[in-house]
């Protein structure tokens, strides 16, 4: 009986860490403070637009990715792409749960 609840106890413990390494791995730093600046800017104006959080978030993380791919191969960074940028990537989801 005891080794039953040691094993489930192990087995619940490596669980929950896997969880907290896949939710740390999610998590994207930006360390450019007026990118930083940009990106609340740009998710003020995705609710303004009446988009939701659930969809806002769901799209942060490949902006950000997108954003260290610009930040290297160019210098035009500016807030209005970033909008173009998010505002397609959000189009296309919508339009994939129309159909």
Known sequence: MSDR???ELKSKFNNEILFEEEKNKDKLEIKDPEINKM???LQLTL???NYKNKEIKTI???IIKEVDLLAKK????SFENLLKLAMN???KNSSNLDR
Do not use: A, K, T
């Not at 160019?74 to 960074?77: G, R, Y």
């Open 5 to 7: 609840l040691i094993l």
């Open 39 to 41: 990106m609340e800017d």
């Open 47 to 49: 609710q303004s637009l």
């Open 60 to 62: 942060f993380p490949i």
């Open 74 to 77: 160019e210098n035009n960074l």
């Open 89 to 91: 990537h959000l189009d």
